[in-house]
């Protein structure tokens, strides 16, 4: 098993590719700098959205993300507002993507 980024770190360099691929995003929520969770929201500009999580695949052994939560984006900031009240810890990154890219399972985001 790989060592982990500092959650800010990976934040950042995060935003940097989505910039560089021209896909809006912003830090909706911060946690905590080292260890703290990340989510990745993405809005699809037509009222609906995808909640991303980091789970561990032990077959694979890495990480890889997972679909949390789906559906209309008034419901998956509920999922947000929840997740964030077990755990204030948590990053959640938000994108506007109208055909839902988020560069989470491409290359260079592996850590």
């Given at each position: 098993?790989?060592?982990?980024?500092?959650?800010?770190?990976?934040?950042?360099?995060?935003?940097?590719?989505?910039?560089?691929?021209?896909i809006?995003?912003?830090?909706?929520?911060?946690?905590?700098?080292?260890?703290?969770?990340?989510?990745?929201?993405?809005?699809?500009?037509?009222?609906?959205?995808?909640?991303?999580?980091?789970?561990?695949?032990?077959?694979?052994?890495?990480?890889?993300?997972?679909?949390?939560?789906?559906?209309?984006?008034?419901?998956?900031?509920?999922?947000?507002?929840?997740?964030?009240?077990?755990?204030?810890?948590?990053?959640?990154?938000?994108?506007?993507?109208?055909?839902?890219?988020?560069l989470?399972?491409?290359?260079?985001?592996?850590?």
């Amino acid at each position: 098993m790989q060592p982990r980024l500092r959650a800010e770190l990976w934040v950042r360099a995060y935003l940097k590719r989505l910039e560089l691929n021209n896909i809006p995003a912003f830090i909706a929520a911060r946690g905590q700098p080292d260890s703290g969770a990340v989510m990745v929201k993405c809005a699809t500009l037509d009222g609906l959205a995808k909640l991303y999580t980091r789970t561990f695949d032990y077959e694979a052994d890495c990480d890889i993300w997972t679909v949390l939560t789906e559906g209309p984006e008034a419901e998956v900031d509920q999922s947000i507002r929840k997740q964030r009240s077990f755990d204030p810890d948590l990053w959640v990154v938000e994108l506007e993507a109208r055909h839902g890219r988020t560069l989470l399972d491409e290359d260079g985001l592996k850590d």
